[in-house]
């Protein structure tokens, strides 16, 4: 069946740092992946999406490049903020999939 | 803003009662999805409607149940209410009947006590 498998956090970074949350999936056909965010106390926002092999999907800084050959879709960020801190869900949708299937979400935290 | 609405924002109930969540799908949007959030499971889907039909089940309790109205909005209906139950409850909606993208509304934490 379809899967989503998230590094686990949290992941804590200095204000500045690299950001990379591994992201793999398990899909018959061409799936679609986003990335979703969870800000404290909100609910899920889309962050970014790609909808093919070799897209690259980019929003607020954050990138993920959907790599069919290693079925992967890692999160990364050049500079993290301290207002970044959220958790991150990496998610599928596919022709034969009737929902989202998500990750379990992986926790970033953010010093100054 | 998703414009997804879910209400009430919060609820605090007793064990064995019964209580009502609902949602409203951004315009145009057909597919009403709900999730549950809680610490020990992440996030769980329980079902989906597409205009008006049951459209997929996943994880839902019997004493859990969920309909879609004429206009669209959705409600779940959680019954025999157990402390295991407290947990954030997502509504999100998409346009069309599979899932490719879904936007969330802010959800409803449920507390049982």
């Known amino acids: 069946g379809n899967s989503v498998t998230q590094m686990e956090g949290p992941v804590t970074l200095s204000e500045e740092a690299f950001l990379t949350i591994n992201c793999t999936y398990t899909a018959t056909g061409y799936p679609s992946l986003f990335w979703y965010v969870q800000y404290p106390g909100e609910g899920l926002q889309l962050l970014l999406k790609?909808?093919?092999?070799?897209d690259k999907g980019s929003n607020k800084g954050f990138e993920a490049t959907y790599r069919k050959e290693t079925t992967s879709f890692h999160l990364e960020k050049g500079s993290v903020q301290v207002s970044d801190s959220a958790v991150y869900f990496c998610a599928l949708s596919s022709y034969n999939t009737d929902k989202l299937i998500f990750g379990t979400g992986t926790r970033l935290q953010v010093f100054p | 803003d998703s414009g997804v609405t879910q209400t009430p924002k919060h609820l605090i109930t007793a064990t064995g009662q019964r209580v009502t969540l609902r949602c409203s799908p951004r315009?145009?949007?057909?597919?009403v999805y709900w999730y549950q959030q809680s610490l020990d499971q992440g996030l769980q889907f329980l079902i989906q409607?597409?205009?008006?039909?049951?459209?997929a089940k996943g994880n839902i309790l019997e004493r859990f149940s969920a309909q879609q109205f004429p206009d669209l909005h959705s409600e779940l209906n959680l019954s025999s209410l157990e402390l295991g139950d407290s947990a954030l409850y997502f509504c999100?909606?998409?346009?069309?009947?599979?899932?490719?993208?879904?936007?969330f509304g802010q959800g409803t934490r449920l507390t049982v006590v």
């Open positions: 315009s145009g949007d057909l597919s």
């Open positions: 999100a909606s998409g346009a069309g009947e599979v899932n490719t993208e879904a936007f």
């Open positions: 790609a909808t093919k092999a070799d």
């Open positions: 409607y597409y205009n008006g039909e049951e459209r």
